[in-house]
């Protein structure tokens, strides 16, 4: 026993260090063109980056290894070879701490993001574990029809949660009644689907994402984002059948449920605390995960909080905040001219890449179609795990989907939902750029924007839409 533990070590560190070699290999390979390593036209940190993630696509079972070491890579590049890198400053900005914590508004950095990541992803999992052991997992096959519409009552339940709530927390909620009403026999496929919808539901309103919800703070006004919800509906049928079918398949709801079962209303209690807790800090200081763990800290009075989930959230906790801050460290400076291809590109993008950077440069570029690209950023991140928060946060329970071929290849229904939802929404409503705080339609800096030099638009208040001045 001990002697085939050893022989895996070994051959999973002889793997890992093949991959350090593999990432440091491209600074031996750099053109001297400029003040920044580069191969040819691309530069250096582009290439560690997708090795990264090429890394977690082969080495499914060593992602957390993958990620540290590639984060260690990606930053000493960075140090040694970039003369306009700043660790601190990138971390934390040029503003005074005291005074960021202080005013939202005078955030900078990544810190923010980081630590709200962090939060969210270890305050949701004890949230999921205390709804879970609620007893209303137990009664609802009583309630779901036993046949394929029930996982996918399932899936709209969720839609709707992630609507109003973290997509990570409508996920987290999703798989912890999927795990009591299949007893445990839940199909990737199904596990593909689940962070879909959280995904998906999310993309049509300013509370229900972290993307969105930047928009808004940027002065995107709610209406907006609203047409969102067109294209994730339609994707949301689309791959809810094929899911639904492919779990009741698998291991119907079974209607066997326990009559004894009682629910503990404290418990409940505690989770409503700590989803309204998310929502209130979110609008008032920007930062969920503050309210999560303070409604945490109230419900323990109460109810003993379930800590022996944190150790196992953990390690997804900074699988994901690695590839976060390995994006944020990529020097995107400028995306390509706004446009509905480029909304559906920066989707597919989203897949690999934080969709957290890519809306704040569209927000800084300015004059997209912002429920289009809400649902782009938001929706493509589910067509590989570890494309969005609520993906790495689901494999905490689910395991075995840490293996992007399988995911691809159970979950297909969802890469092919982004699409059909996509051009769905593009053939309803086609593409309307709106403007936001930084961008007005006077000063619009995006060329052959169509927006621009519309001087009647001034006399319109608050944030206007192309078909509004069209009309």
Request: neutral net charge.
């Amino acid at each position: 026993m001990k002697s085939n533990f050893k022989s895996i070590i070994i051959d999973n560190s002889k793997k890992l260090f093949m991959l350090t070699i593999v990432l440091f290999s491209p600074l031996c390979l750099f053109a001297a063109g400029g003040p920044v390593p580069s191969v040819g036209p691309v530069r250096v940190e582009f290439i560690i980056f997708g090795l990264i993630l090429l890394g977690v696509a082969l080495f499914h079972k060593q992602t957390f290894r993958v990620a540290v070491i590639g984060v260690t890579v990606l930053l000493t590049f960075k140090l040694v070879f970039d003369p306009g890198f700043h660790l601190l400053e990138h971390l934390f900005g040029t503003t005074p701490l005291g005074d960021q914590l202080m005013d939202k508004n005078l955030r900078q950095g990544e810190w923010g993001i980081i630590l709200n990541l962090l939060g969210l992803l270890l305050g949701f999992a004890i949230l999921s574990k205390i709804f879970e052991e609620s007893g209303v997992p137990d009664i609802l096959p009583r309630f779901l029809p036993n046949d394929w519409k029930g996982p996918f009552i399932l899936l709209v339940f969720v839609f709707v949660l992630s609507s109003f709530l973290d997509n990570i927390a409508a996920a987290l909620i999703g798989g912890a009644i999927a795990i009591v009403v299949f007893k445990k026999r839940v199909h990737i496929g199904y596990i593909v689907a689940i962070v879909a919808a959280s995904n998906g539901g999310g993309s049509g309103s300013v509370v229900g994402d972290t993307t969105t919800t930047m928009m808004w703070i940027d002065g995107v006004s709610a209406f907006n984002v609203l047409h969102g919800f067109v294209a994730a509906g339609t994707a949301l049928l689309f791959f809810g059948w094929f899911a639904s079918h492919q779990q009741d398949k698998y291991q119907p709801i079974q209607k066997d449920s326990n009559i004894n079962v009682k629910i503990d209303w404290v418990k409940i209690f505690n989770v409503a605390l700590m989803l309204a807790g998310a929502i209130v800090s979110n609008i008032l200081y920007d930062m969920p995960a503050l309210g999560v763990w303070i409604a945490i800290v109230i419900g323990a009075l109460l109810r003993p909080v379930p800590w022996k989930e944190v150790p196992g959230a953990i390690k997804g906790s900074i699988f994901l905040l690695c590839l976060v801050f390995c994006a944020s460290l990529m020097p995107v400076e400028e995306l390509p001219r706004a446009s509905w291809i480029t909304a559906f590109v920066l989707g597919l993008i989203s897949s690999v890449f934080d969709n957290i950077p890519l809306t704040k440069l569209c927000l800084e570029q300015g004059h997209f179609d912002w429920g289009m690209l809400a649902y782009s950023v938001g929706f493509g991140g589910s067509i590989i795990w570890f494309g969005s928060s609520a993906g790495v946060a689901i494999t905490s329970k689910f395991p075995e989907s840490r293996n992007v071929i399988l995911w691809v290849k159970n979950g297909w229904h969802v890469a092919v939902a982004y699409v059909i939802g996509f051009f769905a929404l593009y053939l309803i409503m086609g593409w309307e750029p709106a403007d936001n705080k930084e961008h007005k339609i006077i000063n619009c800096p995006v060329p052959g924007c169509p927006m621009a030099n519309k001087p009647e638009a001034l006399n319109i208040p608050g944030t206007i839409g192309y078909l509004e001045l069209i009309k």
